[in-house]
C-alpha cells in the first residue's frame, strides 16, 4: 500500500519556495477558470496555463514527464485524469478537470480543480463536483491535527459517505489513483489514499509536504486506460470529477501551498489557523 521509499523532509526556506511556485499554480487555474466557455479548446488551456507558468519564471511540472507532451492534464466528462489536451472544443454541459503543476528552483507545487461549462446535462453534477472539492478540504483539515496519513484518506472517504446519503447517490472513489508526496520530485512517498485502510502509513511531522487529490465519480469506480497510455475513464462512462491541493505540514500549522490565501477561507470553518512557511 505505501510507498516504502524514504519521506522526504524540507525546510522552511524549502517550502518557501514551493509556496512560490503554489502560487504561480493558482493563478495558472484561476485564468483557466476565467475563460472556460463552449468552444474554448483543450489545446488553448494548454496554451493559457503554459503562458501563465512560463511568464512568472517556472516551468510546467508535467511537460515532459515520463513523456507528458503538454503542460496541464485535461480531462473532460468520463475523463478521470491525465487527460492530454488536443483540438476537442468544449461544449454545454461539460466537466472539465484541470491538473496543473509548477516547478521553481527544484521544487514543485501541483493542483487540480473541476469546472463545469455552461448548465449541467446530468442531474447530480454540481453535487458531484461539490462533493469532490469537500472531501478533498475534509482532507486537508485532517493533515493539521492527525498522527498518520492514513487519517487523511479516512476523513475524504467519510465525507464522501455522509454525501451518499445526503443526496441519494453513490459517489464513486476511485482508488487506483492518490494523492502523493511532492517536493524535489512531482510525485515521492508517500502515497495519500484517498479512503480508510487498517495499515496506518507514515506518521505526519513538520516539513512533510502532500498533494492531497480525491478523484470522485458519478458512478462506478472502475476505470481503464485509454489506447494513448495516459487517459483513465470511468469504464461506464460516468462522470468524474477531481480536485487537488498541495499542503504544508509545518511546526505551527498547515499551509495550503497551492492556494491564493493558503487555505485561510475553507480552513476557517474547521477552526483552523494557517501558517505561511
Not at 522552511?12 to 493563478?27: F, N, W
Not at 459517489?171 to 495519500?192: C, K, M, N, R, T
Not at 495516459?230 to 498547515?254: K, M, N, P
Amino acid at each position: 500500500m505505501w510507498r516504502r521509499n524514504r519521506v522526504e523532509i524540507k525546510s522552511r526556506e524549502q517550502m518557501r519556495t514551493m509556496r512560490v511556485a503554489g502560487l504561480i499554480v493558482a493563478q495558472a487555474l484561476a485564468e483557466v477558470r476565467d475563460v472556460i466557455r463552449p468552444g474554448l479548446s483543450l489545446v488553448q488551456i494548454n496554451e493559457l496555463a503554459d503562458t501563465v507558468i512560463r511568464d512568472n519564471n517556472a516551468t510546467p511540472s508535467f511537460f515532459g514527464y515520463e513523456g507528458f507532451p503538454a503542460s496541464v492534464c485535461i480531462s473532460v466528462n468520463e475523463q478521470v485524469i491525465h487527460g492530454i489536451p488536443t483540438e476537442r472544443k468544449l461544449r454545454d454541459g461539460d466537466v472539465v478537470s484541470i491538473d496543473c503543476g509548477a516547478h521553481v528552483d527544484g521544487w514543485h507545487a501541483d493542483s487540480a480543480a473541476t469546472f463545469l461549462v455552461g448548465e449541467p446535462l446530468q442531474p447530480h453534477t454540481h453535487d458531484l463536483i461539490e462533493v469532490t472539492r469537500s472531501a478533498m478540504w475534509s482532507g486537508i483539515a485532517a493533515m493539521d491535527s492527525a498522527r498518520y496519513v492514513r487519517d487523511i484518506g479516512g476523513a475524504i472517504e467519510s465525507t464522501i459517505e455522509q454525501a451518499n446519503e445526503l443526496h441519494k447517490v453513490e459517489f464513486g472513489i476511485v482508488e487506483d489513483y492518490v494523492g502523493h508526496g511532492i517536493g524535489s520530485a512531482l510525485h515521492q512517498a508517500p502515497d495519500v489514499v484517498n479512503f480508510w485502510v487498517r495499515e496506518k502509513g507514515p506518521r505526519l511531522k513538520p516539513g512533510l509536504c502532500l498533494a492531497i487529490e480525491p478523484m470522485v465519480t458519478l458512478g462506478s469506480a472502475e476505470c481503464d486506460v485509454l489506447d494513448d497510455s495516459w487517459t483513465v475513464v470511468t469504464r461506464d462512462g460516468s462522470l468524474s470529477a477531481h480536485w487537488e491541493h498541495t499542503v504544508a505540514l509545518l511546526d505551527d500549522g498547515i499551509c495550503v501551498l497551492t492556494a491564493q490565501d493558503g487555505g485561510k477561507a475553507e480552513l476557517a470553518d474547521y477552526g483552523i489557523v494557517v501558517s505561511e512557511p
